[in-house]
T-cell receptor, first 115, second 109 residues
């Protein structure tokens, strides 16, 4: 596909369960971001992958959150032992570095509801 | 990363120009100014970016002051579909994009 693809689009899970959210970036894009957006709030940065560099994990809210990017392409965000406060839309974005410009393309997000 | 300051909300009449200000007084010489917008229930959309010079594309114009401490995004003929939250971001050389609270632009008929 031409854009960033995220799956699932919606996920309802029980408190305490683990969830995996997937992001397929635009082919060839070296940078990948994860953000979350709670209802009525702005975008909260979670993690940033850039090429082969170590990921910037400075935005992950707790050790229950982790992410990996396999082969420099697909990324998975894992939330362990989900809590109700984890309910949010999780957004993925990718970009291609051109000089120092960073135009990011966003997916439509995964809406996570923890019940 | 430099921080930005934007007014929380603005109104604009349909068909008129919308001028959205942003202050970024601590911007570094190698940092770009980016604008994104988020229409309700959608992912953010890139609009435009600039370093020093003013920029224009099919969506908008970006005016950056000579000292680079502030900028203005201009939507020349706002339509109802331009109602959205507009984010001004200063990107570090690592490319990490940090979103603030943005400006909610309401275009009114």
């Amino acid at each position: 596909g031409a854009g960033v693809s995220q799956s699932p689009s919606n996920k309802v899970t029980e408190k305490g369960k683990d969830v995996e959210l997937r992001c397929d970036p635009i082919s060839g894009h070296t940078a990948l971001y994860w953000y979350r957006q709670s209802l009525g709030q702005g975008l909260e940065f979670l993690i940033y992958f850039q090429g082969n560099s170590a990921p910037d994990k400075s935005g992950l809210p707790s050790d229950r959150f982790s992410a990996e990017r396999t082969g420099g392409s697909v990324s998975t965000l894992t939330i362990q032992r989900t809590q109700q406060e984890d309910s949010a839309v999780y957004l993925c974005a990718s970009s291609s570095r051109r000089s120092r410009a960073t135009e990011a393309f966003f997916g439509q997000g995964t809406r996570l509801t923890v019940v | 990363d430099a921080k930005t300051t934007q007014p929380p909300s603005m109104d604009c009449a349909e068909g008129r120009a919308a001028n959205l200000p942003c202050n970024h007084s601590t911007i570094s010489g190698n940092e770009y100014v980016y604008w994104y917008r988020q229409i309700h229930s959608q992912g953010p959309q890139y609009i435009i970016h600039g370093l020093k010079n003013n920029e224009t594309n099919e969506m908008a114009s970006l005016i950056i002051t000579e000292d680079r401490k502030s900028s203005t995004l201009i939507l020349p003929h706002a339509t109802l579909r331009d109602t959205a939250v507009y984010y001004c971001i200063v990107a570090s050389n690592t490319g990490k994009l940090i979103f603030g609270q943005g400006t909610t632009l309401q275009v009114k008929p």
